[in-house]
C-alpha cells in the first residue's frame, strides 16, 4: 500500500507562483498529478517515471515543473505564471508499473487532494 498526502495548496493571484508537495510513503514507478476543477472531469497534468521521463498536459507546458525528492520520498510540482483556469483540487498519485506513465496513466494509489485557487 502506498500513502500519499499532499500539501502546499492556496489561494493565489493570477500571475503567481505555487509548490505543491506530495509526501509518499515509497515511490512508485510511475507517479503523477492530476487536478479537478469544479464541474469537470479530473485531468492529468503531469505524469513522471523512474527514470525522470516526464509527460506535461498542453495547457501546463512552460509554466509548471516537476521535481523529486528521492532522500524524502517527496514529490513536488512548481506551478508558475497560474491563470484562473489552473484552480481546482490537485492529487497525488502513483502507479507500480513504470511503462507508458503519462498524463492518461491509470493510477492505483490517490492522496486526498490540496485545494489551488487563483484569482484574475
Known amino acids: 500500500q502506498v500513502q500519499l498526502m499532499e500539501s502546499g495548496g492556496d489561494s493565489v493571484q493570477a500571475g503567481g507562483s505555487l509548490t505543491l508537495s506530495c509526501a509518499a510513503s515509497?515511490?512508485?514507478?510511475?507517479m503523477g498529478w492530476l487536478r479537478q476543477a469544479p464541474g469537470k472531469q479530473r485531468e492529468g497534468v503531469v505524469g513522471?517515471?523512474?527514470?525522470?521521463?516526464?509527460d506535461f498536459a498542453d495547457s501546463v507546458k512552460g509554466r509548471f515543473t516537476i521535481s523529486k525528492d528521492s532522500a524524502n520520498n517527496t514529490l513536488y510540482l512548481h506551478m508558475n505564471n497560474l491563470k484562473p483556469e489552473d484552480t481546482g483540487k490537485y492529487f497525488c498519485?502513483?502507479?507500480?508499473?513504470?511503462?507508458?506513465?503519462?498524463?492518461?496513466?491509470?493510477?492505483?494509489?490517490w492522496g486526498q487532494g490540496t485545494q489551488v485557487i487563483v484569482s484574475s
Open positions: 498519485a502513483a502507479r507500480d508499473g513504470k511503462r507508458f506513465c503519462s498524463i492518461f496513466s491509470d493510477y492505483n494509489y
Open positions: 515509497i515511490f512508485r514507478g510511475c
Open positions: 513522471i517515471d523512474s527514470d525522470g521521463t516526464t
